[in-house]
């Protein structure tokens, strides 16, 4: 999915292969932060602000846990973070 997503934003102008990426010029970079037994506020929040004088784009997804009803999202750290 990310891989996917990364594409989409950052895929080269003119490169003669298919469409251009919405923000072609930027860099994109792939944080491990699922490995973990559980996640936290503090991964969350240290992924999203890794090297931000290098990263142009941050993207994390936040859906449904494993019961299918239940929305998680951003929380305090990594709201600032942002």
């Known amino acids: 999915h990310g891989t996917r997503c ?6 080269a102008a ?3 292969i ?10 994109v970079a ?5 490995d973990q037994p559980f996640m936290t506020d ?3 929040a240290s992924s999203i602000s890794h090297m931000p004088q290098v ?8 859906g449904p846990t494993d ?3 239940t ?7 990594t709201l600032q973070a942002m």
Do not use: F, T
Not at 55 to 62: E, K
């Open 14 to 16: 003119n490169n003669n």
């Open 6 to 11: 990364a594409g989409e934003v950052s895929a």
């Open 42 to 44: 503090i991964i969350e």
């Open 18 to 27: 298919c469409g251009v990426g919405v923000a072609y010029n930027s860099k």
């Open 30 to 34: 792939g944080i491990r932060m699922l």
């Open 67 to 69: 019961n299918g009803k």
């Open 71 to 77: 929305v998680d999202g951003p929380r305090e750290l």
């Open 55 to 62: 990263i142009d784009i941050y993207s994390a997804s936040w």
